[in-house]
């Protein structure tokens, strides 16, 4: 997992939110989930705020997933469609 306190923070308020829109728990528990993967990514590449993310590293995120079922892809881009 990521050690930037900022995605930290981030996450907390997202699972904040999903919580506030009455998502179920397992609902919150899989967006939140999938989003802290994107971060942790991020965080690899060196990424310190989300102010920073651009639409090459989300692309360039998009393209690790190559290789998962359909259904997996269909998921994580869910899941990051909710988070951004």
């Known amino acids: ?24 728990s397992v609902t919150v528990g899989h967006y939140t989930k999938q989003s802290a993967k994107f971060l942790d990514y991020a965080d690899s ?7 920073s993310i651009d639409l090459i590293l989300i692309n360039n995120y998009i393209k690790t997933l190559a290789g998962y079922t359909y259904k997996t892809v269909e998921q994580q881009l869910c899941s990051l469609r909710l988070f951004f």
């Open 45 to 51: 590449q060196s990424i310190e705020s989300c102010s």
């Open 1 to 24: 997992m990521f050690h930037n306190p900022n995605f930290i923070e981030v996450i907390n308020d997202f699972k904040k939110y999903c919580i506030r829109k009455d998502y179920s």
